[in-house]
């Protein structure tokens, strides 16, 4: 699901919370890297949320220069799902 942005402190001081323990805040970088390197298109799409009204998304992949492929698969799992549903309070 998704968590709480923190613009501060400094990145490397920053704490994430996954499956309720802390673990460094640049651990959001594993999960962007292999499409970042290889090159690749990705795209975010909601597809749900937790009991709390998080959204919880999917990160799609496509080859090499089909950006339009992710983003047409994205649009047809919104249309497909109830889409985006802004949490309260955000």
Request: glycine share 8%; net charge positive.
């Amino acid at each position: 699901p998704a968590f709480k942005h923190q613009p501060k402190p400094a990145m490397h001081k920053r704490k994430l919370h996954v499956n309720g323990l802390p673990g460094p805040y640049t651990d959001i970088f594993m999960w962007i890297a292999p499409a970042t390197l290889m090159g690749l298109p990705a795209t975010s799409a909601p597809v749900g949320s937790t009991k709390n009204g998080l959204p919880v998304n999917i990160q799609i992949l496509g080859r090499k220069y089909h950006d339009k492929t992710t983003i047409k698969f994205a649009s047809l799992l919104e249309k497909s799902l109830r889409g985006f549903i802004k949490p309260e309070g955000y």
